[in-house]
């Protein structure tokens, strides 16, 4: 084919004959985005671990066959791992996580296997400790230590009221600090010192967000009503 055009591939609902897997072989040579619905679990197991297991098993082939693809919506239930092990995939571009349980190790193996990773996206998504569980409350840890960002936006829903907001940037050796009042009016996000960020950590109404990466040049939070920007 000596023309190829943008294909995109929406993983809802199926039949009981379908197979994701082998319909991302058979446009692999076409697909440049893909959107995964939560429907996807009904091809293995109902038991949310095993999904889980499997949903990540899915993504290392949609990684090692899509040789042409820009952009990743993830909306399945949870994702906890993505082997950096097995193939690099330097075509994505883009990756958006909605409604996820994302487990830590996943973002870091991610940021291995998703080199050219450009902008990424967290729709109300729930993450978890290394201990299991839920990180609903105070702090929030994104390693995607390999990757420049063009744009990251967090979209979190606070469940308790909090009165600021800081941000700890890490770029390799380099760790850059940032705070906001959490008002409606003062949407932009201001450069402060390591001991403003270390004297407010056991403070119960400070929410902290935790960012490694090369770069950002553009990052949002949306943060219940408030949008909080970063630009580099």
Do not use: H
């Given at each position: 084919m000596s023309n190829r055009h943008e294909v995109t591939v929406s993983y809802t609902t199926f039949d009981e004959?379908?197979?994701?897997?082998?319909?991302?072989?058979?446009?692999?040579?076409?697909?440049?985005?893909?959107?995964?619905?939560?429907?996807?679990?009904?091809?293995?197991?109902?038991?949310?671990?095993?999904?889980?297991?499997y949903q990540g098993h899915f993504l290392d082939h949609v990684f090692k066959h899509c040789s042409l693809l820009k952009k990743i919506e993830c909306?399945?239930?949870?994702?906890?791992?993505?082997?950096?092990k097995l193939s690099i995939n330097t075509?994505?571009?883009e990756l958006v996580f909605g409604s996820n349980i994302i487990y830590p190790i996943v973002l870091e193996q991610l940021s291995i296997r998703l080199p050219?990773?450009?902008?990424?996206?967290?729709?109300?998504?729930?993450f978890m400790r290394y201990n299991g569980r839920c990180t609903y409350e105070k702090k929030l840890d994104i390693n995607m230590q390999h990757n420049k960002f063009d744009k990251l936006h967090?979209?979190?829903?606070p469940t308790q009221e909090y009165s600021d907001f800081f941000l700890k940037y890490s770029?390799?050796?380099?760790?850059?600090?940032?705070?906001?009042?959490?008002?409606?009016?003062?949407?932009?996000?201001?450069?402060?010192?390591?001991?403003?960020?270390?004297?407010?950590?056991?403070?119960?109404?400070?929410?902290?967000?935790?960012?490694?990466?090369?770069?950002?040049?553009?990052?949002?939070?949306?943060?219940?009503?408030?949008?909080?920007?970063?630009?580099?």
């Open positions: 004959t379908s197979s994701p897997v082998e319909l991302i072989e058979e446009v692999e040579s076409l697909l440049t985005n893909l959107r995964i619905g939560s429907d996807i679990l009904r091809f293995f197991d109902t038991v949310e671990s095993t999904g889980a297991t909306f399945f239930f949870a994702l906890e791992s993505c082997n950096p075509s994505i571009e050219n990773l450009r902008t990424m996206s967290f729709f109300e998504s729930s967090i979209t979190r829903k770029r390799e050796n380099e760790d850059t600090y940032f705070y906001n009042d959490l008002k409606p009016n003062f949407t932009w996000l201001s450069k402060c010192s390591y001991m403003d960020y270390y004297v407010r950590l056991s403070s119960k109404t400070t929410y902290f967000l935790n960012l490694r990466c090369k770069a950002v040049r553009e990052l949002t939070i949306q943060f219940g009503s408030i949008s909080i920007n970063y630009l580099a």
